[in-house]
Nanobody, 128 residues
Framework: RVQLSESGGGSVETGGSLRLSCSAS?????????MGWFRQAPGKEREEVAH???????TYADSVKGRFTISKDNAKNTVYLHMNSLKPEDTAMYYC?????????????????????WGQGTQVTVSS
């Protein structure tokens, strides 16, 4: 199993910045990995924000492109989400999700939401 520990949420004003961190421990195989962030606001569907694979390739939701940056420290099995120019619509519970495989696969990020391990979530609130 994999355990995820998240930190960094909080409350900021519009235009502010926050950095979320998520550290993974346990069966963190290095052959293939994908770590990312999902978010869910009250009354809204869950949305994938961004993910990054072990090769460093990243993908972003259109709603955060140009404002959020995902990065990863492979040695620490830690993923970061740098959030700039925050908007009230970014307010949500943010969940770290991660998956690791001992096999080399290029589809691990495609199944992240379904097969990945989920953190407890950290609240981000942006006030106008």
């Amino acid at each position: 199993r994999v355990q995820l520990s998240e930190s960094g949420g909080g409350s900021v004003e519009t235009g502010g910045s926050l950095r979320l961190s998520c550290s993974a421990s346990g069966e963190t195989y290095r052959d293939s990995s994908c770590m990312g962030w999902f978010r869910q606001a009250p009354g809204k569907e869950r949305e994938e924000v961004a993910h990054i694979d072990n090769g460093g390739s990243s993908t972003y939701a259109d709603s955060v492109k140009g404002r959020f940056t995902i990065s990863k420290d492979n040695a620490k099995n830690t993923v970061y989400l740098h959030m700039n120019s925050l908007k009230p619509e970014d307010t949500a519970m943010y969940y770290c999700v991660a998956d690791f495989s001992p096999a080399v696969t290029d589809t691990i990020c495609q199944t992240l939401e379904v097969l990945g391990y989920w953190g407890q979530g950290t609240q981000v609130t942006v006030s106008s």
